[in-house]
């Protein structure tokens, strides 16, 4: 029987009775160069701004059966490395100059892109060759839709910002005790000074000058504070000083008395009186004698009409009302 080869590796497989005296040479080539090959090769593949197809040999060393493929050359674009569609494990270094990545692909399948200056570990399954992991860089910028920045030097001492697919911004450290904050879109690094206030924060303070790092305003004056839960806002026009003083007040008070008025008969309200009738004479033994006769009303008299009183005031000047409230004078100061 005629000897073949392993789909993959490319083995020699020796028939039954055949290679008489050489089986101990290509058993030792198998075990010896071509599978130590597989596992632990390296060889270095250069591409000249072309796609490059590996060579596969059976039963003797090529460049398809290596564990490791470093590529270099100089490409101009994305150029193809074909190695056999047969299932194998590759690591890959994109070791190219030009910048351009490479894309290992076999005569089936989409392949998969190394970029420029990565190093990639990728496997076929009979089909397609597809990444079995991340690719890793060694001294090239890696860009940020690979996972990377896109940069080679990052900026001392900043804050870095994402920016989609671009590279990164940053933010720098300003003064010394900024904060970061953010503004609901971005990040800024903010003054807020030793006292822990932000730039532009206005404060009230009970003294005649402000406290360093703060500006007195001086576009408010002699005015009171008002509390409100909306906006705020200013208004009025009387100063505090000349609202709020003692004020003397005159106040219109009525005094005096009724005088003495004697009603007339017209002035009294209509009315009668009660009466009585009496019988007089003497009796059998010439005794007077005097009974009641009889009851009964006088006429009526008066009209019921209306009368008036007189009365009399004066003037009178009370006590001042004290409005001079005690205060505090505060001045309204703004962060720097």
Known sequence: MASTYSPSL??????????????????????????????????????????????????????????????????????????????????????????????????????????????????????????????????????????????????ANSVMLGNGTSSPTFVAPGTAGNILTSNGTTWASVAIGGDGFASGTRMTFNQTNAPTGWTKSTSVDDAAFRLVSGSVGSGGSANFSTAFVSQAVTITAVSGSAGATTLSTPQIPSHSHTSGTFGAGFNGGGTPYLNAAGSGNTGNTGGGGSHTHPFSFSNATANAIDLAVKYVDLIIAQKN
């Open 10 to 155: 490319k083995l020699t497989l020796m028939g039954d009775g055949d290679q008489a005296g050489l089986w101990g040479q290509t058993t030792n080539t198998n075990l010896g160069t071509l599978l130590e090959q597989a596992i632990t090769g390296v060889t270095s593949i250069v591409m000249s701004d072309a796609n490059y197809t590996l060579i596969s040999l059976n039963g003797v060393t090529d460049e398809a059966r290596n564990a490791v493929l470093v590529v270099t050359g100089v490409n101009n674009a994305v150029r193809d490395l074909i190695p056999p569609v047969v299932k194998k494990l590759y690591i890959i270094a994109n070791n190219t100059t030009g910048g351009y990545g490479i894309r290992v692909i076999g005569a089936t399948g989409t392949g998969i892109t190394i970029p420029n200056g990565a190093t990639q570990i990728v496997y076929c399954d009979g089909t397609n060759f597809v990444a079995a992991g991340g690719a890793f860089v060694n001294g090239t910028v890696l860009g940020v839709t690979s996972g990377g920045t896109g940069l080679s030097t990052l900026t």
